[in-house]
């Protein structure tokens, strides 16, 4: 193949923006054309197995090069800031990083949060009135992962809104690359920084049983050092938030335009779990994550150098049919035969998967047992394509007359 021989695809395209449905309309045909199309951007793989194996081969790295210049950084704090985390450093020091903290993400590690997810939801959805609308990302959307990021690395749980906006700060470098975000990022960077240097030395005079304290245990036995404990702790922050944000408030938005699957889920809780992995299937928050080669290499007969960008999609696989059988139909009961991409595949393979997972299951037990129906008064996601961001989102629902007020 030749660069100039593959399909093209305008990611900007009306069909690829706000609609799932419509989106796969227009991809598809570069699906069953072999799966590969170029763009602006580089080169997408858009079928399961080529998405898969690519994001599993070694050979290339999450590509922070190219999303950096994106944004006009090349060099300086932040430049060295964030190419330190965890996500994007590679080969032997990557693992030894990720062996240092991974253990800390254990199953039974996460679970010991999930009262206090379902305790913080319960508290904020009784505090909003009994009827009429509310503003449900800046209430749940936003708050939750960022109260859960305090609580992960045991900061005070109040300044949630702090690590929300920094995040959101940082995070700038996941979407359509655009130099004005340069100020806004470096500035974030010196404050996250700050902060999370000063929350490790808080931990090293009273550890707890945080995941900074889990790392300083590892320090101490010369597997990490504090630069690296801080490009774990950063990662966390960006990878957890936004991205759980918009998960949550998509799962709800898809749930209100199908209440047949919120019945379903309404009248059996238990499946909520199979019911969430469903949801990211079917309407994920990412679009797609990048690579580039580490060396200069051949892909498919195009020549590539570690400059060259390659977007492993997310959404297009998410709903190939080879992979999920009548990918546009929402089955909340479905058991999924393949693992939805959303969470990458590989070596980088999201490290809070379970978290997160923990959060969007304990949002909708909690609007499921409290609400009849939910009504999407007014909505936005921006970023589709790259990562979506929640911008707003109100909902209006119907209390369940039958749940008494104390149990609500
Ligand atoms: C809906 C929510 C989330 C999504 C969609 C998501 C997605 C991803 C993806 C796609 C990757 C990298 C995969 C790659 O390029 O191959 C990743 C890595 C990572 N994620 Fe997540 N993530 C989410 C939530 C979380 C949460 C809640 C945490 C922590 C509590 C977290 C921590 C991490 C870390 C530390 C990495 C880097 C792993 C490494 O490089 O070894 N993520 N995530």
Redesign the pocket.
């Known amino acids: 193949v030749r660069l100039e021989d593959l399909p093209e695809i305008d990611l900007g395209a009306e069909e690829l923006q706000h609609d799932m449905d419509r989106a796969m309309a227009h991809v598809r045909p570069l699906m069953e054309s072999g799966g590969l199309a170029r763009s602006v951007r580089g080169i997408e793989l858009l079928t399961y197995d080529r998405s898969a194996a690519l ?1 599993r081969d070694q050979r290339y790295s ?1 590509a922070i090069n190219s999303r950096l210049a994106g944004v006009g950084l090349t060099e300086g704090a932040a430049y060295e800031g964030m190419t330190s985390l ?2 994007n ?1 590679e080969g032997s020091r ?1 693992t030894r990083m ?1 062996r240092a903290c991974a253990p800390w ?1 254990s199953l039974r590690g996460v679970e010991r949060f999930r009262s206090d997810v379902r305790g913080w939801v319960d508290e904020w959805l009784d505090e909003v009135p009994d009827e009429g609308a509310f503003d449900f990302h800046e209430r749940i959307g936003r708050r939750l ?1 960022a109260t ?2 305090c609580s ?1 690395v045991g900061a005070p749980l109040d300044d949630w809104e702090l690590f929300a906006r920094l995040s959101e700060e940082n995070q700038l470098t996941s979407q359509a690359p655009d130099p004005k975000y340069r100020r806004i990022v470096e500035d974030a960077a010196v404050q996250t920084t700050s902060y999370l240097k000063e929350l490790i030395e808080l931990r090293r005079s009273t550890p707890g049983d945080d995941l900074i304290s889990f790392m300083l245990r590892a320090e101490g036995e010369g597997t990490i050092d504090e630069g690296e404990m801080l490009g ?1 702790i950063w ?2 922050l960006v ?2 938030t936004d ?2 944000n ?2 949550i408030n998509l799962n709800l938005a898809t749930l209100a335009d199908h209440p047949d699957q919120w019945a379903i889920l309404k009248a059996d809780p238990d499946l909520v779990a199979t019911g969430v992995n469903e949801l ?1 299937r079917y309407n ?3 679009y797609a ?2 690579r580039s080669p580490l060396e200069p290499l051949d892909f498919e007969g195009i020549e590539l150098t570690p400059g060259d960008t390659l977007w492993p999609s ?1 959404f297009a696989p998410n709903n190939d049919p080879a992979a999920f059988e009548d990918p546009r139909t929402l089955d909340v009961t479905r058991p999924l035969k393949r693992v939805p991409l ?12 379970m ?2 997972l923990l ?2 299951q304990e949002v909708l037990k909690a609007v499921l047992s409290r609400w009849d129906e939910v009504e999407i008064v007014d909505s936005e996601f921006t970023g589709a394509m790259y990562a979506l961001k929640s911008e707003r989102m109100t909902v209006r629902f119907t209390r369940d007359q039958r749940v008494p007020a104390t149990a609500r």
Do not use: A, D
């Open positions: 994001m999450v965890l996500f450093r990557h990720r993400f992962p859960l990021f992960i774990v990662n966390v990878g957890s991205t759980t918009s998960q990211l994920p928050g990412l994550v990048m997310v959303n969470f990458g595949s590989g070596v980088h393979g999201c490290l809070g998967r978290f997160t959060e969007q």
